[in-house]
T-cell receptor, first 114, second 113 residues
Framework: AQKVTQAQTEISVVEKEDVTLDCVYETRDTTYYLFWYKQPPSGELVFLIRRNSFDEQNEISGRYSWNFQKSTSSFNFTITASQVVDSAVYFCALYNTNAGKSTFGDGTTLTVKP | GAGVSQSPSNKVTEKGKDVELRCDPISGHTALYWYRQSLGQGLEFLIYFQGNSAPDKSGLPSDRFSAERTGGSVSTLTIQRTQQEDSAVYLC???????????FGPGTRLLVL
């Protein structure tokens, strides 16, 4: 069985603040992928990042950064200098490579106020 | 088009009727995925296809749900004898290969009255 927990249901910040979205996962598999997706108010899911379970290097893409810690089964996502356009629901997901199944967290709704 | 397309964009049906949802993946993408997003269950994975075959159908919620993909391209998700709890947004995604980045369509919003 696998599980993804996004403990923060809603987060509200003021523009230019940094914000970290938490994601903790459970899996028995040694090989898996972790993802973050963004779902803006328009509803369409947008892929943000994929991370292989063997690659624990942190990644930075513009204002976005991801911290993968296998020891704590966490894959946290930080937005630096948040902007109003970052307001969305963010989903963390775990992909089981053997079964081809994805398990999603419940999502964190981020509201960035001007 | 360049992206994943789904039709219809909205569907309202009566309880007990069958519905068919269609997904057109990005050209050349061999893997295709179905998800649904509902208020009660959040985002759920349903099934994926590698080519025309679906290795694991256990994600389908019940035997009223079936999916097929022909010609390695278009896929249809069929829900028979719809129930109100089937109301959700059904999302389709495709990727070049089954482990690669998935690109999502806009979804089909299904409402069962």
């Amino acid at each position: 069985a696998q599980k993804v927990t996004q403990a923060q249901t809603e987060i509200s910040v003021v523009e230019k603040e940094d914000v970290t979205l938490d994601c903790v996962y459970e899996t028995r598999d040694t090989t898996y992928y972790l993802f973050w997706y963004k779902q803006p108010p328009s509803g369409e899911l947008v892929f943000l990042i994929r991370r292989n379970s063997f690659d624990e290097q942190n990644e930075i893409s513009g204002r976005y950064s991801w911290n993968f810690q296998k020891s704590t089964s966490s894959f946290n996502f930080t937005i630096t200098a948040s902007q109003v356009v970052d307001s969305a629901v963010y989903f963390c997901a775990l992909y089981n490579t053997n079964a081809g199944k994805s398990t999603f967290g419940d999502g964190t709704t981020l509201t960035v106020k001007p | 088009g360049a992206g994943v397309s789904q039709s219809p964009s909205n569907k309202v049906t009566e309880k007990g009727k069958d519905v068919e949802l269609r997904c057109d993946p990005i050209s050349g993408h061999t893997a295709l995925y179905w998800y649904r997003q509902s208020l009660g269950q959040g985002l759920e994975f349903l099934i994926y296809f590698q080519g025309n075959s679906a290795p694991d159908k256990s994600g389908l919620p019940s035997d009223r749900f079936s999916a097929e993909r022909t010609g390695g391209s278009v896929s249809t998700l069929t829900i028979q004898r719809t129930q109100q709890e089937d109301s959700a947004v059904y999302l389709c995604a495709s990727s070049k290969e089954w482990r690669e980045t998935q690109y999502f369509g806009p979804g089909t919003r299904l409402l069962v009255l």
